[in-house]
């Protein structure tokens, strides 16, 4: 049965505010970047505009864009848990190779690599000592902004910039080694 | 599109971090919700950036680095990697910390371990009950838990039947302290850790403060704080990057982790007061991602449902879901 197409769902009168062709190409944007191919980042996005539809008719939504984001994880997850079960269900269907190429940790894999395992450990090993103490904290530990300002006498509006200017900084070293560069120029 | 200018680049990666971390939380106000939803709409590139910070954030390889830098550091500072990775080192930290303070042991008359009974304490569905032992210990038990304690005065025993319960021992140089778990026995040597006893004989171990002997049916695991373990079955995952001390459900959070649909039921059911349950078994098979907010149930099913394009409805004073 063909899908629906979400767009044409959402013309009677649906959030009038809200513009689900953009939506969708954010999505879409958003799901190539965390490494999912272009035909699974089309359906993914549709599935999630389709349920955000549904829900925004039901209750008010906070953030279109976060909750979307939310979603379009899980489905990629669950994309990509189906794809392995093919793969390891293929018998030795060497033949096949890279049909079942696995989608939603592409990224993350590259980010998961020895390489880039060095690489962050050099960039963190390279930052001031006070930023890095903040970024472990809020990584390894989860702890929250003030908690960790309470222990390192710093307002939270300094911890803030120091969490984001060491992602910057992790971002900027893993562009310089070749490792997940941005697709800046589409 | 033109090559873009170093500086807007650098502006547009500045605000990506920064979204990132204040998206962080489950619950913004609704000025920021909507900026950041105008942020994202206003260019292609913006959502980019976005999805790469989050994918850096979420890499198991920053985890790593950070745990080895964390490691490295509290052996004064930058230097290259030795003999012992990370890993062996932190070993070596802990079991430095572990060693040593030998505290008085109390006289105890020797009588009284011949007849130390056995208490055993149980927590109701929907709540969390707080327990203080004799000998300074204390435990928090989970909603649908049951533990039962026996102190002598050469031992701690205590066996977990089922559920979840959060430890924080009293240090004691000459009783160690033991937890059963479906089979598994966790050792401890002074300290704060978690164990979890779900459905199908998983045990879920997390170690919060100092050093956790444990032994299942296939070998004996050290975990310092910090750590895990899963058994299940014949399976023996082992867990990273444990923060806070102690478990985030003391706390009302359960972070959920490409977890079993069925299991954050079962989760959620220990602390709610409405249980919730799937019309169809298959359903727990679902997986899940994020960060819940245990005391808001009606929240989580509503949000489970979007996720999964599931219905759910409210009757006979149960949360039902099921599929559309």
Not at chain 1, 9 to 14: H, K
Not at chain 2, 37 to 51: F, G, K, L, T
Request: charge should be negative; aromatic fraction near 6%; proline fraction near 4%.
């Amino acid at each position: 049965m063909p899908r629906p197409d979400a767009l044409q769902i959402a013309r009677d009168g649906d959030s009038p505010g809200t513009d689900w062709t953009m939506v969708q190409s954010r999505l879409i944007g958003y799901l190539r970047a965390r490494g999912a191919r272009a035909d699974l980042a089309e359906d993914i996005a549709q599935e999630t505009v389709l349920r955000l539809i549904a829900i925004s008719r039901t209750k008010e939504i906070g953030s279109v864009f976060a909750l979307g984001f939310r979603i379009a994880d899980n489905l990629l997850v669950d994309q990509h848990r189906a794809e392995s079960r093919y793969a390891d269900a293929g018998e030795g269907g060497e033949g096949e190779e890279g049909q079942w190429q696995t989608t939603a940790p592409s990224l993350d894999r590259v980010l998961d690599s020895r390489r880039a395992i060095e690489v962050f450990q050099r960039c963190l090993n390279r930052m001031p000592a006070l930023r890095r103490e903040v970024l472990v904290r809020r990584r390894l530990r989860n702890e929250s902004c003030r908690a960790i300002g309470e222990d390192l006498a710093l307002s939270g509006k300094a911890v803030e910039k120091h969490i984001t200017r060491g992602l910057v900084d992790l971002r900027r070293a893993m562009e310089k080694a070749g490792i997940d560069p941005a697709g800046w120029h589409e | 599109m033109a090559r873009m200018m170093a500086s807007e680049r650098a502006e547009i990666e500045s605000a990506a971090a920064l979204w990132l971390e204040r998206m962080r939380g489950p619950v913004q106000d609704s000025a920021v919700a909507a900026r950041f939803d105008a942020w994202i709409a206003e260019d292609p590139r913006h959502v980019e950036s976005y999805a790469r910070m989050a994918s850096l954030w979420q890499s198991e390889g920053l985890a790593l680095a950070a745990c080895a830098t964390r490691a490295g550091n509290d052996n004064g500072g930058e230097h290259e990697d030795a003999e012992g990775g990370p890993r062996a080192r932190a070993y070596r930290r802990w079991f430095g910390l572990v060693a040593g303070l030998a505290s008085l042991a109390a006289a105890v008359p020797l009588a009284q371990g011949l007849f130390a009974p056995t208490h055993t304490y149980e927590a109701p569905w929907g709540t969390t009950r707080e327990i203080a032992l004799s000998d300074g210990s204390h435990i928090q038990l989970s909603g649908g838990s049951r533990l039962s304690v026996r102190l002598t005065p050469w031992s701690r025993e205590a066996d977990l039947e089922k559920g979840e319960a959060f430890f924080d021992v009293a240090h004691e140089a000459l009783r160690g302290f033991a937890v059963e778990a479906e089979g598994a026995r966790v050792e401890v040597l002074g300290t704060a850790f978690d164990i979890d006893v779900l459905a199908g004989g998983r045990r879920e171990v997390r170690v919060y403060r100092g050093l956790v002997e444990v032994a299942g049916a296939s070998g004996t695991w050290r975990l310092p704080a910090g750590t895990g373990l899963i058994l299940d079955g014949a399976h023996v995952r082992s867990l990273e990057g444990i923060g806070g001390d102690r478990p985030g459900w003391l706390d009302g959070w359960f972070d959920a982790q490409d977890t079993r649909l069925d299991r954050l039921v079962e989760r959620l059911n220990r602390t709610s007061r409405i249980p919730v349950v799937l019309d169809d078994p298959q359903l727990g098979e679902l997986r899940v991602t994020g960060r819940f907010e245990m005391d808001s149930p009606q929240e989580i099913v509503e949000t489970l449902a979007a996720i999964h394009d599931l219905s759910w409805s409210r009757e006979e004073g149960r949360y039902r879901i099921g599929r559309p």
